[in-house]
């Protein structure tokens, strides 16, 4: 039966770790209201000796009779007559105690799923976080939502069955130790034909592990292509293909189905030879019990009782053992990509704060993305960004210069060579509150599902609406706040939906303000937008030239006109340098950008 946990011993011996040292006492007390629930079954079945008594079957004979002579002296000790109403009294204070139990059992059990899983999640969710930012790049964000929401859901349910089939084998420990009192031979033959049913059935169940394994897989796929489709659908729109989308995502959702319904059929297969094969058990039992040894009627009876009551706990057992093998490969996915991030884990930040008062140099930098991307590199990099002064990084796109924005968020780290702040090491042992002085505005800029005012309060939670209002003005987006319907109080929907570019852009310009920044850091910040959009941005950056250090990152000449130092990069070398004006007057690979833009 637990032939599955072979194949993924080592899955398996991480969840059973995990889950113990998961709030041990919550578990402790599961187990002990299984435990207690298995007495109080116990206790239920006696009863039925002395009820079967005072129907008028004999109950005297055997290993019956011993149990009935212990029953009359429990009844004797607490001084209770065995009337039918007395025996039938006591029967429903048990069973209502049962119930009671199992219901409480239900709960803490829940308490435990639920919570196990919220634990696993967060850890992960975590680990990703704090995951540098190289191995973030290298994985698709389609895997991480798949583990976080998917994954996760079917540890749930399987944890759910996990206890399910601890509780169900106690309760059918019960059963097997009365059945034993009253018949060792006729219980030991159904352990027997169990153990050779169930070995007849060992193939069907191991495919439960690997049918769990194909799950993952192919989920993992549709969650990869759910999102791709979604970011997509403008484009796939514009080319008039979807119908050639949805037929490419049906042949998708296809298979998960036939995976899906690869495992049910396995679950239903095991559980419909199970149930036959227990009932031609069952009846086999009967006739031998009545035909061959001719058992006593009240023995007969009781004996039948626990054989109906021990079929669905077997079975129970079986199809949670299924459900929970199932699982394992989703903890095993789960558990490894956590493992991965935290190997790729940047450093604790610990040391001293650097402060940036007068200049950020790089030494002859070096730095690749390693073997998938050998066609790109920097190439002994060296540069200078003054406090208080515009310094443009300018290019074709793949050029390297986002490498060189990230570099100085400390995003990613040279393979060779420094960056120096103020004559201090830009490294990871430095860094406490170096991000904190950064402020920065991407080309793709991201804006939550929420209003204006709390878009800007993420920068910093505690700035107050004079502190929102003079970022607005600073970045030339307090007119768009003020025609919005709810002013700051507006929604603005997914990812921006309800603005324009621009006004996106601004407002992610005034987040990045709100933070005070000793750094601001614009990545082809403007190179979406439309020629007005982009002036409003370039007025607002004009507003702030001269009073805050800026990094910009642009392929768009016109957008670096009225930098202090501008820096030419091609194929990762450092080409030329110097202002706007002496580069233009340079026949140089910046004038020849300029002249083929409009």
Known sequence: MFSGITSSNKNFIEYIKA????????????????????????????????????????????????IAGFIASAFSYIGIEPTLAAVLIIYVIIISLNALLSRLQMLKSSEIEYEFAAHIRKGLFAAITQSNWLFFMSKRSSDFAHALTYEIERITTGTGFFISLIASSIVLAVYIIFALEISGIITGLIFLIGIVLLLLLKRRTQSAGESGEELSDTSKDIYSSTLKQMDGMKTIKSFGMEDKNIELFNREADYVSESYMSAIKSYADVRFLFDVGSVVVLSLIVFILIEIMAIPTAELLILLFLFVRMIPSFSMIQLSYQYFINMLPAFGTVVDLENQCKKAAEPKLSGNNIEFNEKIVFKDVNFDYGKKHKSFSLKDINLTIEAGKTTAIAGLSGAGKSTIADMVMELITPRSGSIIVDDMPLKYENLPGWRNQIGYVAQDTFLFNDTVRNNLLFADPEASDEDILEVLKQASADELVSKLPEGLDTLIGDRGVRLSGGEKQRLALSRALIRKPSLLILDEATSNLDSKNEKNILNALEKLHGNLTMLIIAHRLSTIRNADKIYFIEEGNIVESGTWKSLLNENGPFKELYELQP
């Open 19 to 66: 889950l113990l040292g998961f709030k041990p006492k919550n578990i402790t007390v599961a187990l002990t209201l299984m435990v207690f629930i298995s007495l109080t079954e116990g206790i239920g079945l006696l009863l039925l000796v002395p009820l079967l008594q005072l129907v008028g079957l004999d109950v005297q004979q055997d290993a019956l009779g011993q």
